[in-house]
């Protein structure tokens, strides 16, 4: 069974940075496809980054500023996320696949958040 842990959420100021992790366990190696998405209560989820093999995905919210990176010997993948605003507050989440990117864009999988397991989420608050 798949398991996803996030941590690495937390409080900073504008133009911060913070990295999120999101451990993976029941695979040898991260699934091949993963995504990282954010909600704000009253909001609707939204996908910000992808990854599926050596293929990134960012959304424009978040582009120049969000990398998404794998770490197949933990296995760990992360999300640096530098020049933080105060829109950039939410809960965050990462979502796993082992297949649903292989024959698909990634950034469609990503909108559609077609992913099959979930984590439990990591908060981050960005303060002006």
């Known amino acids: 069974q798949v398991q996803l842990v996030e941590s690495g959420g937390g409080s900073v100021q504008t133009g911060g940075s913070l990295r999120l992790s999101c451990a993976t366990s029941g695979y040898t190696y991260s699934p091949y496809c993963m995504g990282w998405f954010r909600q704000v209560p009253g909001k609707e989820r939204e996908g910000v980054a992808g990854?599926?093999?050596?293929?990134?995905y960012y959304a424009d919210s978040v582009k120049g500023r969000f990398t998404v990176a794998r770490d197949n010997a933990k296995p760990t993948v992360y999300l640096q996320m530098n020049s933080l605003k105060p829109e950039d507050t939410a809960m965050y989440y990462c979502?796993?696949?082992?297949?649903?990117?292989?024959?698909?864009?990634?950034?469609?999988?990503?909108?559609?958040?077609?992913?099959?397991?979930w984590g439990q989420g990591t908060q981050v608050t960005v303060s002006s």
């Open positions: 990854m599926g093999g050596s293929s990134t």
């Open positions: 979502a796993a696949d082992p297949t649903t990117c292989l024959h698909r864009d990634l950034r469609d999988v990503v909108v559609g958040a077609d992913f099959a397991y």
